[in-house]
């Protein structure tokens, strides 16, 4: 039963492959390099989307670094809690945790609100048209609208809705590159909480100067601060500010405040808020 | 059985080897002047790809990563040479017509991926699901693209004459520019079907 | 050492399973390149033949087809040419015992699809049949010969003329007697 | 005289007329996946130069010396994939060690070399077209030259691609595929240059 | 005829006033007077509400090296300091002035003439400083900086920028037909400053035959050579004019100074005459008022603090058709959103124009026609520029010459496609600014 | 006075008067004279060809445009260009329905699909002249016989070879013979529609010059290597060569390199750039033409060129990048 080809087939295969892996065997003795394998799999484990909230320019970077220092306060907003825990699991070492942040549009000049300047026919693109002028609204610290900075999140959480950047909470994960995307700074990162109060207005302006510019805008009326039992609102050149670590989120503000719609965060309320104005 | 009836299927388009992964395209490009070299290619990789998912399934453990590539070309190898053989024998038509793509089915990236990816990390029965399905993906996506390029370029189905002897056929499909304009076509209509079904849900 | 071991062991396993199937594949792949060649050859003689006998001379092989009373019914002979519009062409060419044509397949061509690739044709091959070194002036029409040439091909059709005169040219050769009957 | 422009010929066959790309259709899978960008397309081109002409170099001598005479050329494919994937693999392993630099350009894409199917379709092809060493390797280093050349036409192409606003469902992988297509098309003016 | 070497276009001229003789506008009821009328720092205002000021008094003080001085334009009672909208197109700093209609100057200001030849060279330049003198010519570079440069670079040329490139204006052609004494004297003021060997030039476009003919008379005898400079845009920017007069080109990175040149506008040396022999701080300044949209086209003389809209009824008035305002030319100029906004030091123009191609023009995709590079005179490649800006790559922009285009606008006003060119550049050039203030940060 | 409704837009606020139609449409009449001359070289089917050609064009632009929701653009004269040089590019027989598969191949699958004009890579009426010579070999190479005025529809015309076609075919006696240089050049010889008459095309293409749309440095080159290298040949080897003044007249040489290869859209931007396209250009024309399967080489050589178009942009952009890197920038 046995060919005349099998002894030749065998032989020469076997001695080819013997030869191969002999030579494979030596040169990688010869020539190993030592590799840590945990980077590979930490970088494994990290989201990948190289958004640089952590600090380093990728997620390899961050591993790397991770593995390097084993320094427990890195942390990877984008992970959040579950990630800390791998990372800590892989590593042998407790992780801090991230706190949830999000991002916040200072700014409730819509359409609607917010009066205009002339008609801006230039580039379509925030930048573009603040360093042509003011921008297509009279309050030169809102949010112009133009949604330069969408294309900048890499998680689909900000949308424009009515002339106003709209930031979806549950999807932001204060990875921080919408910041340096808007010319008129009106994007700032807050802790996520469950009910929290901000000042949703960025305008320096004097109160008159504001109220003619937007409906929506803080005044700076002092109302707000003496209500506030905490001592969490300030002013600070005209526009009042939320202390969070002071703030209590007991919603008095809201009550007394003249525009009505200037201190809310949460999608939900922004609604409700709005609903309470016009009726 | 859900989990095997979810491998099975995934082949087809979600993770169609050659339209999604692009996977083993020289083939898919090469032989599919004809409906019939289609599905000879087709099903002469899914043997293959039975074979040695089923070889490396049952082996991989006892193989160590050094030399693992090598170990599982090997494996391939074999099974291709098998299937030459078997194909020299007993159909010389098509042997005629793939030519030298048999044997470069041994460096059809997706079953040297599939080995890789799936058989050495999973148990023999998953694996054989899965070459099945991801074999008769490869075959379901040569024989639309060799249909195509068939009934457009020759005016023929499995060489069944539709047109007359005399017709103009737009002869750019039975060559290779026809090749790379088809599988681009089926993709993108792929594509745009898909979406189509997402937006539907 | 383990790595290399296993290697070598797959690498003999490999090449034993190979030997084992190349020896049982054998036959069979000659059988089916024998069966090819007759195939071939079927096609262009119009009647069932009984046995075939090769032949390979110098300059080229052909084909004696018998019927069951050992007599020779048929002659195939492989015949080229390099003069096609992309050179070579190959065709194997059928004809009877008194040297009339019977019909002829090609073998090989690079002409152009769609223009030349049209010697493959039916319609092309139909009007060779039946043709003698003799009764024919093998030239195309154009040149005030009796073939039909290919629109727009007529390169290609000179070119098979050409590869039919050479292989009849060829079997009266070798057959000097039949066709002086 | 004549060897040379027998030389000649195969050359401009290799990387013109029958360009391992748009006429023979092999190595499609790095030539779609590696072509994103023109600095990794010209460093798969660089590897594959290598790998290829080295291990048709390799099988022909494989060929020559074991499989003809012990009349087991059914051994080819496995016989010349074998010497491929080590090859691939100490090239890779040498590399590292020796140039970190050339390893980070090129090393990425040295696996890939191992499952791309010119390699060893161009090892198979200098057997089948019995040509002599030197032609071989001579055939096989421009056919890795045609290669480099289609992929970097390729890689500028889909360059040029990203800013253009192309539809939704031909964007990346279609869109590649049809200018391929009309690549090959172009090439085939290239046709009956050598017959 | 001398010209430049790259690049340039001949839009069509325009120029409705050229033999419109200079008009003084009287003081209007209020006066904005921006403390940001120069390239630096805004001045420090130094009054407040209420303060009663005379014209030519101080207002703001310069607030460092590279700032300015800024006066009163007018005698008056200052109304309030606060932010106001600016022809940039941003708001600044303004000091709001109710006239008292006097127009009465300060002690010792606009005196009559005296000879500056005793003067030293510290002298005149802190007259010169003193007065807030900045480049008139557009960029409104503080003048006693530019003409004090680091003692390593020695100026040998210095050249008076009459060129007037740009569509419609017409400001410095007619300050040049009726002040070519005044221009002489401040050049000749200006030269003496850098020693006997500089060499004087006043270079400008040939389609000011008159205004050639007249300073040349006046500069014949006083080693000034008047060079007749071919029309086409952008003949008097700096770069440009540097280039077409001595040949020398200035590269990338570099000022003038590092090829021994100083160029300034006309006007410029007329308020550094005045500065110096008259004691006559910057407050008015020659604007051209045109377009097809005003009533009256005029050459006027304004104080600095005269808003758009007052100067506007003074001119007839704009027409209801009228969908641009423009401070400055047709090619550099901005479109200004309210007739709020006063002019500066360094407005030149002021056209109301209908422009119909902004409502229908849309950018359309470059077809390559390589047009912009032809006419660039920075030699770039606008169409690159702009793709890039497109694609916000910002590292990859810095690297085509980001920062050498002059934002003459000359690629923007060829392309076919409608593309806006200089747009792009100069949004790539606020990102690119932006990135840079973040990193140092 | 505060009725007036300002808009805010950026410099500079005039602009010229150029625009993609004036580009385009002067092409087209600059091809004016080759079209009047096809017609009168092969008649009412020529007209009828090129019309159904351009409109097919513009229809499947107007039907890409609202596929893809985009602005109509059917009208800016590109589709008209395409679609006029696409109907100079065949035979005056071709049958109709190839020709609008032909359209739909140049607007569709080689302008579109790349996102349109300005980002198309390939020239589209050169691609779909391509796709239509190698699908369809039979009708793209037999060329009706000119008959001047002749005003039937051409069911049954004679056909004949080009004088490339018949160079290749029958070598260089025939070809002289089929063909007297003046014939070439007043375009009274069988060919496409455009490629006949090397008069008409010069004729426009002075004029497109004259006007600043197209620049000489592409065709010039592609004439002048095509000149040199045929012309070594024919030094060489007269017998087996033809005359580079007969390479001149022949064959779409002049309509592609003064047409086709100047397409903005798809030749390079910068001077050494288009010298280079140009040569490489011609000489790929020669070497296809010398020894090449096909008669004529001018379409796949531009083609071909058009795929390094990306390749020599980048050339320069790197150029570019090196010359500001090496002038350190003063802050
Ligand atoms: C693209 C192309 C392919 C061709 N292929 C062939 C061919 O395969 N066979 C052939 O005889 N001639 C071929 N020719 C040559 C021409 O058709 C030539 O005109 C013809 O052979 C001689 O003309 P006639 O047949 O009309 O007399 C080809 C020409 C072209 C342009
Ligand atoms: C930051 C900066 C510093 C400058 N420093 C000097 C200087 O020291 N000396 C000088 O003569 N010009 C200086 N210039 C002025 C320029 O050379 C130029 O005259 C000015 O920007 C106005 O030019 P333009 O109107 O052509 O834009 C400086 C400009 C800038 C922007
Ligand atoms: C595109 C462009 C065009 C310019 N045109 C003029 C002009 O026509 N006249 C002028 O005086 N300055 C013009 N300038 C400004 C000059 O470059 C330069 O800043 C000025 O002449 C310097 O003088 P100054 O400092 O006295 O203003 C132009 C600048 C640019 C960038
Ligand atoms: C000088 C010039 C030459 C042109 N040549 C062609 C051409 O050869 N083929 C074509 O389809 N369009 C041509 N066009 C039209 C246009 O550029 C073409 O439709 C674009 O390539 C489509 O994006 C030309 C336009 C100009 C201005
Ligand atoms: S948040 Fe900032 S960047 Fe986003 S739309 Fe508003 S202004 Fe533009
Ligand atoms: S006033 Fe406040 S809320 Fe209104 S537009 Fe300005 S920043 Fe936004
Ligand atoms: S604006 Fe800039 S890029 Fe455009 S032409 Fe002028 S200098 Fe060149
Ligand atoms: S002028 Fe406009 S269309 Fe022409 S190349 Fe420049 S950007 Fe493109
Ligand atoms: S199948 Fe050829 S490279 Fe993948």
Same mark, same amino acid.
């Given at each position: ?18 030869t ?64 800390a ?31 205009e300047?002339a ?9 573009a048209?603040t ?20 294309a ?14 709209? +930031? ?8 921080? %590159?919408?910041?340096? #995307? &808007?010319?008129? $700074?009106? =994007?700032?990162? *807050? ?7 901000? +000042? ?8 008159? %100067?504001?109220?003619? #510019? &937007?409906?929506? $805008?803080? =005044?700076?009326? *002092? ?6 039992d ?17 703030c ?21 309320d ?6 309470k104005?016009a009726? | 059985?859900?989990?095997?009836l ?8 979600k993770?169609?080897?050659?339209t999604k ?37 049952l ?138 079904m997402?937006?539907?849900? | ?37 007759r195939k ?93 070194l003799?009764?024919t ?11 039909d ?33 | ?6 030389l ?13 790309v ?17 600095d ?30 012990f ?81 970097l ?14 539809p939704?469902p ?13 690549l ?12 | ?20 003789p200079?008009?003084?506008?009287p ?6 007077i ?43 009672k ?91 204006l ?45 300073l ?66 910057l407050v008015?300044?020659?604007v ?28 007839g ?30 407005t ?60 003459c ?14 747009h ?12 840079q ?5 | ?54 409109l ?101 015309m ?15 006696q025939?070809?002289l ?64 060569y ?23 859209v ?7 750039g ?27 050589a ?10 020599i ?19």
């Amino acid at each position: 039963m046995i060919s005349e080809a099998f002894i030749p087939a065998v032989a020469s295969l076997g001695s080819v492959a013997l030869t191969l892996g002999l030579i494979i065997f030596y040169v990688s003795k010869k020539f190993h390099v030592e590799e840590d394998p945990m980077v590979t799999i930490l970088n494994d484990t990290l989201p990948g989307v190289n958004c640089g909230a952590c600090g380093y320019p990728s997620c390899g970077q961050f591993a790397e670094v991770l593995v390097e220092t084993k320094d427990s306060s890195m942390t990877c907003p984008v992970g959040g809690t579950d990630l800390a825990e791998k990372l800590g699991d892989t590593l042998g070492i407790t992780m801090a945790e991230p706190k949830p942040i999000t991002a916040v549009v200072l700014c409730q000049g819509d359409n609607d609100t917010a009066r205009e300047t002339a008609e801006y026919l230039g580039i379509q693109d925030c930048w573009a048209a603040t360093q042509t002028y003011v921008g297509p609204k009279q309050c030169r610290y809102s949010c112009v609208g133009l949604g330069s900075c969408i294309a900048f999140c890499d998680f689909g959480a900000m949308r424009l809705e009515n002339g106003l950047i709209i +930031i979806d909470k549950d999807r932001c994960t204060g990875c921080e %590159a919408c910041i340096p #995307a &808007c010319p008129t $700074g009106v =994007i700032v990162m *807050q802790e996520k909480k469950a009910e929290r109060y901000v +000042i949703a207005c960025n305008s320096h302006d004097k109160g008159a %100067a504001t109220k003619k #510019a &937007c409906d929506a $805008g803080c =005044i700076a009326c *002092q109302k707000c601060v003496k209500v506030c039992d905490d001592d969490a609102i300030v002013i600070e050149n005209f526009l009042a500010k939320i202390i969070q670590e002071k703030c209590t989120s007991c919603g008095k503000c809201i009550e007394v405040c003249p525009t009505k719609v200037n201190c809310i965060l949460l999608e939900e309320d922004l609604k409700e808020a709005k609903q309470k104005k016009a009726s | 059985m859900n989990e095997a009836l979810n491998i099975f299927t995934r082949g087809f388009v979600k993770e169609n080897p050659v339209t999604k992964m692009l996977l083993g395209l020289c083939p898919v490009l090469a032989v599919t002047t004809t409906a019939i070299n289609g599905l000879g290619m087709g099903l002469a990789t899914t043997f293959v790809l039975l074979g040695s998912n089923v070889v490396i399934a049952l082996a991989s453990k006892a193989i160590p990563s050094t030399v693992r590539i090598p170990s599982f070309i090997l494996v391939i190898a074999t099974f291709v040479t098998i299937v030459d053989l078997l194909i020299q024998a007993f159909s010389p038509e098509l042997n005629q017509s793939l030519g030298i793509f048999i044997p470069l089915i041994v460096v059809n990236c997706m079953i040297l991926g599939r080995a890789e990816a799936f058989a050495s990390r999973n148990g023999l029965w998953y694996s054989i699901i899965d070459a099945i399905g991801m074999g008769l993906g490869f075959t379901f996506a040569l024989l639309l693209l060799s249909i195509f390029r068939e009934v457009l370029g020759a005016g023929t189905i499995f060489n069944i004459p539709l047109v007359g002897e005399d017709a103009s056929t737009i002869l750019v499909f039975a060559l290779p520019p026809g090749a790379f304009a088809g599988l681009g076509l089926i993709i993108a209509g792929l594509n745009s079907l898909e979406k189509k079904m997402g937006d539907k849900k | 050492m383990r790595p290399i071991t296993i290697l070598t062991i797959v690498g003999i396993l490999s090449a034993s399973l190979l030997a084992v199937v190349e020896d049982l594949t054998r036959e069979p792949i000659a059988i089916a390149k024998e069966q090819m060649k007759r195939k071939a050859i079927e096609q262009i003689f119009p009647f069932p033949f009984d046995s075939l006998r090769t032949v390979t001379t110098e300059q080229t092989t052909f084909y004696e087809a018998y019927n069951q009373d050992n007599a020779i019914e048929g002659i195939a002979v492989e015949t080229s040419t390099e003069e096609g519009y992309s050179g070579l062409i190959e065709i194997l060419l059928g004809v009877s015992p008194d040297q009339k044509i019977l019909g002829y397949k090609v073998l090989f061509h690079r002409e152009t699809p769609g223009l030349g690739d049209k010697i493959d044709k039916p319609k092309f091959k139909e009007q060779f049949k039946g043709r003698t070194l003799e009764n024919t002036n093998w030239k195309v029409k154009k040149d005030g010969g009796d073939i039909d040439e290919l629109t727009a091909a007529t390169i290609s059709s000179k070119a098979v003329a050409n590869a039919v005169v050479k292989g009849l040219e060829f079997i009266k050769e070798q057959y000097p007697k039949s066709s002086a009957e | 005289m004549n060897e040379l422009s027998g030389l000649l010929l195969v050359i401009v066959s290799a990387i013109f007329v029958n360009n391992v790309v748009f006429a023979r259709f092999l190595g499609i899978c790095p030539y779609l996946g590696v072509s994103r960008k023109l600095d990794t397309a010209l460093g798969m081109g660089f590897a594959v130069t290598f790998v290829m002409t080295i291990a048709t170099a390799i099988g022909y001598v494989l060929h020559y010396g074991i499989l003809v005479p012990f009349k087991i050329e059914f051994m080819q494919t496995i016989m010349f994939i074998l010497v491929i994937a080590s090859l691939v693999q100490l090239v890779e392993i040498v590399l590292k060690k020796v140039s970190k630099s050339l390893y980070n350009s090129l090393g990425i894409f040295l696996p890939l070399i191992t499952t791309n199917c010119a390699i060893l379709g161009v090892a198979l092809i200098a057997i089948q077209e019995d040509y002599s060493f030197v032609t071989s390797v001579v055939f096989a280093f421009f056919s890795a030259m045609g290669f480099i050349l289609a992929i970097l036409l390729f890689a500028g192409i889909r360059e040029k691609l990203e800013e253009a606003d192309v539809p939704k469902p031909f964007k990346n992988v279609p869109i590649g595929f049809i200018s391929a297509a009309i690549l090959s098309l172009a090439f085939m003016g290239f046709s009956g240059l050598v017959k | 005829m001398k010209t430049f070497k790259t690049g340039g276009i001949h839009p069509p001229e325009s120029k409705f006033t050229e033999n419109t003789p200079v008009e003084l506008m009287p003081v209007p009821k209020e006066l904005a007077i921006s403390l940001n009328q120069h390239l630096g720092k805004p001045a420090k205002p130094v009054v407040k509400a209420g303060s009663e000021v005379k014209k030519g008094e101080l207002i703001g003080e310069a607030d460092g090296f590279i700032s300015a001085n800024v006066h009163a334009s007018t005698s008056g009672k200052v109304k309030s300091v606060k932010p106001h909208p600016h022809p940039g197109g941003h708001y600044a700093m303004t000091v709001f002035i109710t006239p008292d209609g006097q127009d009465e100057w300060a002690e010792g200001l606009n005196t009559d003439p005296v000879d500056w030849h005793g003067f030293s060279k510290e002298d005149i330049i802190g007259k010169i400083k003193n007065a807030g003198i900045v480049g008139m010519g557009g960029a409104g570079f503080p003048t006693n900086v530019k003409l004090a440069p680091p003692p390593d670079k020695k100026i040998d040329t210095i050249i008076l920028n009459g060129a007037e490139c740009e569509p419609f204006l017409t400001a410095d052609h007619r300050l040049m037909l009726e002040s070519p004494e005044e221009i002489v004297e401040g050049l000749n003021i200006i030269t003496s400053l850098f020693g006997g060997e500089a060499r004087a030039y006043i270079g400008i476009e040939s389609n000011k035959k008159d205004a050639i003919e007249t300073l040349t008379s006046h500069a014949s005898s006083k080693g000034i050579e008047v060079v007749s400079l071919k029309t086409k845009y952008p003949q008097g920017a700096e770069k440009q004019l540097i280039n077409a007069i001595t040949g020398r080109t200035i590269e990338p990175g570099e000022l003038p100074f590092d090829k021994g040149c100083l160029v300034q506008n006309i006007a410029t040396a007329v308020a550094v005459y005045e500065a110096v022999c008259k004691n006559k701080p910057l407050v008015d300044r020659v604007v051209t008022v045109s377009g097809l949209e005003i009533g009256k086209p005029k050459n006027i003389r304004a104080l600095v603090g005269t808003s758009f809209r007052d100067i506007s009824l003074f001119c007839g008035n704009l027409k209801e058709s009228t969908n641009q305002i423009i401070s400055g030319g047709p090619m550099m100029g901005k479109a200004v959103y309210t007739l709020d906004v006063p002019i500066i030091k360094t407005t030149s123009g002021m056209l109301f124009i209908n422009n119909v191609g902004i409502e229908k023009a849309r950018e359309r995709t470059c077809i390559r026609c390589g047009k912009c590079v032809d006419v660039c005179p920075q030699g770039l490649a606008p169409w690159l520029l702009a793709n890039v800006a497109q694609l916000r790559e910002f590292d990859e922009i810095q690297l085509l010459g980001l920062a050498n285009c002059t934002e003459c606008g000359s690629c923007t006003y060829v392309c076919p496609s409608k593309r806006e060119l200089v747009h792009w550049i100069k949004y790539a050039k606020a990102l690119v600014n932006n990135r840079q203030k973040r990193k140092s940060a | 006075m505060e009725s007036v409704n300002l808009k805010v837009s950026n410099a500079p606020f005039v602009r010229s008067k150029d625009s993609i139609e004036s580009v385009m449409y002067n092409v087209a009449l600059a091809l004016a004279p080759a079209t009047v001359m096809s017609v009168y070289l092969f008649g009412m089917r020529a007209l009828v060809l090129t019309v159904v050609c351009i409109l097919s064009c513009i229809a499947f632009e107007w039907l890409m445009d609202k596929a893809r929701n985009k602005p109509n653009s059917c009208l800016d004269g590109s589709a008209l260009v395409t679609g006029l040089l696409l109907a100079l590019n065949v035979p005056a027989n071709l049958p109709l329905w190839m020709v609008v598969t032909g359209s739909f191949i140049a607007i569709v699958a080689t302008k579109h699909v790349f996102g349109g004009l300005g980002y198309n890579v390939f020239n589209p009426a050169l691609v779909a002249r391509v796709f239509l010579l190698i699908s369809f070999p039979a009708a793209m190479t037999s060329w009706p016989m000119p008959a001047p005025f002749s005003f039937d529809m051409m069911v049954d015309m004679e056909t004949g070879a080009s004088p490339l076609g018949i160079l290749k075919t029958d070598g260089v006696q025939a070809a002289l013979a089929s063909l007297s240089l003046m014939d070439g050049f007043y375009g009274t010889m069988t060919g496409s529609l455009g490629e006949t008459s090397a008069l008409a095309l010069l004729a426009g293409a002075v004029w497109l010059w004259y006007k600043k749309y197209i620049t000489m440095y592409i065709p010039l080159t592609i004439m002048g290597s095509v000149f040199l290298f045929t012309g070594l040949f024919h030094l060489i080897d007269p017998g087996t060569y033809a005359s580079p003044a007969f390479h001149m007249v022949t064959g779409g040489l002049i309509l592609g390199a003064f047409f086709m290869a100047t397409d903005m859209v798809t030749s390079p931007l910068s001077i050494r750039g288009q010298l280079l396209f140009g040569l490489g250009c011609g000489l790929l024309t020669a070497v296809i033409r010398l020894w090449g399967g096909y008669p004529e080489g001018i379409s796949f050589a531009i083609l071909i060129m058009n795929s390094f178009v990306p390749l020599i942009d980048r050339w320069d952009l790197n150029d570019r990048k090196a010359e500001n890197k090496k002038k350190p920038e003063k802050p």
